[in-house]
Nanobody
Framework: QVQLVESGGGLVQAGGSLRLSCAAS????????MGWFRRAPGKEREFVGG????????YYADSVKCRFAISRDNAKNTVYLQMNSLKPEDTAVYYC???????????????????????WGQGTQVTVST
């Protein structure tokens, strides 16, 4: 059984930064794509970013492009979401998710689709104040 545990959320002022971590256990995610989603109060879950198993392909929502960066450390079985220049509209619960394994197509189209992912973390709250 795969478990994903997010951490690093918290309260930050607008313009600040946070780095979220997602630690995986139960399976090495070395050969798997990973994704980040978020759900703001009263809104639908939305795609934030995704990364191929090789980390060569990275995809971002337009709303976070150039501010957020996704990375992975396979040795630590951990994926990160570096969030800079945070805005109040970034306030949400952030979730990481395990995507398809290497050899299975993972383009922007797949990255943005929640059905692509097989396991999800419980989420970590990010609150950006004005």
């Amino acid at each position: 059984q795969v478990q994903l545990v997010e951490s690093g959320g918290g309260l930050v002022q607008a313009g600040g930064s946070l780095r979220l971590s997602c630690a995986a256990s139960g399976r090495t995610f070395r050969g798997y794509a990973m994704g980040w989603f978020r759900r703001a109060p009263g809104k639908e879950r939305e795609f934030v970013g995704g990364m191929t198993w090789s980390a060569l392909g990275k995809y971002y929502a337009d709303s976070v492009k150039c501010r957020f960066a996704i990375s992975r450390d396979n040795a630590k079985n951990t994926v990160y979401l570096q969030m800079n220049s945070l805005k109040p509209e970034d306030t949400a619960v952030y979730y990481c998710a395990l995507g398809p394994s290497a050899g299975i197509i993972f383009t922007m189209n797949e990255a943005t689709n929640p059905d692509t992912y097989t396991y999800w973390g419980q989420g970590t709250q990010v609150t950006v104040s004005t």
